[in-house]
């Protein structure tokens, strides 16, 4: 169960935008759902992007996984809070929501790793 989540993150962006160009107002309205849904309120955005990929454990979508993570993460989310936001994922979803979960902690270390690669790059 192998995957390379930065890749699949780039992939999923890529086709995305192939579909974008495809279905142009389907597209444009999930975007500014997405935009709305996410944008910091009551909840904030990093609170928003844990629910996301709780559900995302919880229908077993592994490109929603990597997503979620990546968005978590780039919201601010440490490893420690999407680790707890994957044990309430399990609670909730039992065997499935583990093994997604096993994704979901994979994803979280690939994107780690690849932060912690461009921080060594662009240090003096």
């Known amino acids: 169960m192998e995957n390379n989540h930065p890749a699949n993150y780039q992939r999923l962006q890529a086709l995305i935008a192939e579909l974008s160009g495809s279905l142009p107002g389907t597209m444009q309205a999930f975007k500014g759902l997405h935009k709305q849904a996410t944008a910091d309120g009551a909840l904030d955005r990093k609170t928003k992007e844990l629910i996301a990929l709780g559900m995302a454990l919880s229908i077993n979508c592994s490109g929603c996984v990597a ?8 919201s601010g989310a440490s490893r420690e809070e999407i680790l707890e936001a994957v044990g309430v994922a399990v609670m909730m979803g039992g065997g499935p929501a583990v093994v997604y979960g096993c994704e979901a902690l994979a994803a979280l270390d690939q994107f780690l790793a690849e932060r912690n690669l461009k921080t060594r790059a662009s240090a003096p």
Do not use: G
């Open 67 to 74: 997503y979620h993570v990546k968005q978590a993460l780039e």
